[in-house]
């Protein structure tokens, strides 16, 4: 594609086209398309036309490499260029310079790629809102890619709602950003001037768990020499992230409905109750419902959580294009945190992580890259790839083997290995169930060993 920015009837809309005519007649054997799209500036020195309209252009495009060759054009057309380039307006954005022959070692004109250093301030400027949006997610940021887009965009509706009642419940896969979202509701609601905490449920024991939250009073447990104020007052009038709430035990469960049915806590070993004003955001990788159905949660909590369901996609459902954009983005953000010039990843390395489904989703894809930041320098390739990254498919593998192993194993265990059941939900014959189970080499059980012989 070429840029002019005449009008199709000036002189020099003229020159663009014999521009045009030329390269389609140098690149017909290589089935290139070059087309010629006018940008109408009325004015091709006044920077606040230009850039909306260059702007508009570059993200018409922003899924595929653009390079913009920034020698020739008027001086605020190539300011425009390299301030769009800084903002980082499109992942794939090169800027590109040529040099006359009396400048280069070899005395011939060369083609140069020039680089500046990228900024998130001049992003917030350049943006178009609506188009390519950055969420408040803490300290790593990431841009909001389409697929993320609807579920930011509920999360928007819900932070305008400033009652403490309303409970969101954000579900999705560790690593895929819950706390991120959790901060990004906190940001844009009326309680964004108050304090944010988080705490994972998980990774503290029942007991410690409920003074942490509640606080607790001197001589409540031994060690306990004066009164622990709880996350609960602490962040009064602001809002309490609780990760991981499917791991918590069923006299908590208890304790924290009546936190969100009468907004009062009790202290450990105390029995006077206070009142809290908190909104309380909950995530989990689990099926709750499911939780409630084995009797391992409770239903009455599980409806007050769930006033509002926020779901996270993985890593591997993120279309291939977007995947691209968010490894080029942590790149350059991961560059800058280790004061380190951006790193190149080869052909077969990109083709290996295109094949690898990321179980840790977001949170592994950054480490990984922080890896190859400590011990790679200039391009990474495939010796610099985890070994335990290639020998790991496993649940998340995209080989079809294995997805049909595994959904066999499912079924199989949610029918209670009853074969004429399971091989009728899956909609196969009995007999092609038990090849496919001999196949794979499933384990089996079952209480008439008869139905299945070995």
Known sequence: MLLSSAESKSKDAGKSERMLNYLNHEFVDQKHLIELQYLNLKDIIDLEEIIPKVQEVLLEHKEVA?????????????????????????????????????????????????????????????????????????????????????VYQQAQLVASVAKREITVLIQGESGTGKENLAQFLHAQSTRKGK????????????????????????????????????????CEGGTLFLDEIGDIGPEFQQSLLRVLQEGTIYPVGSTEPRQVDVKVITAT??????????????????????????????????????????????????????????????????????????????????????????????????????VELLQRGGEHSWSLHEVERKHIEKALKHFNYNLTQTSSQLGIAKNTLKARIREFGIPFSTTDESDFPS
């Open 285 to 386: 990788h689990q099926d709750l419902r499911r939780l409630c159905q084995e009797g391992k949660f409770r239903w009455d909590l599980f409806y007050r959580l769930t006033t509002v369901v926020l779901k996270l996609p993985p890593l591997r459902e993120y279309p291939p294009t977007e995947q691209e954009a968010l490894l080029h983005h942590l790149l350059a953000t991961r560059a800058a945190f280790f004061e380190r010039k951006m790193l190149t990843i080869s052909p077969s390395v990109r083709q290996q992580l295109r094949s690898y489904a990321f179980p840790g989703n977001i949170r592994e894809l950054i480490h990984l890259i922080d890896r190859w930041y400590i011990f790679c320098t200039g391009e990474v390739r495939e010796e610099d790839i985890p």
């Open 195 to 234: 304090s944010f905490k988080a705490i994972n449920c998980a990774a503290i024991s029942p007991t410690l768990l409920e003074s942490r939250l509640f606080g607790s009073k001197k001589g409540a447990y031994t060690g306990a020499n004066q009164d622990q104020m709880g996350l609960f007052e602490s």
């Open 66 to 150: 653009v390079d913009v060759f920034v020698s020739p054009g008027t001086p605020m057309m190539q300011v425009a260029w390299m301030l769009l380039y800084m903002s980082h307006v499109i992942p794939h954005l090169r800027l590109i310079q040529g040099v006359e022959g009396a400048k280069t070692s070899t005395g011939r004109p060369e083609f140069r790629v020039i680089h500046f250093e990228q900024s998130e301030t001049l992003r917030a400027l350049f943006v178009k809102s609506g188009e390519m949006e950055l969420p408040y997610v803490g300290e790593q940021t990431f841009w909001l890619s389409p697929v993320l887009k609807p």
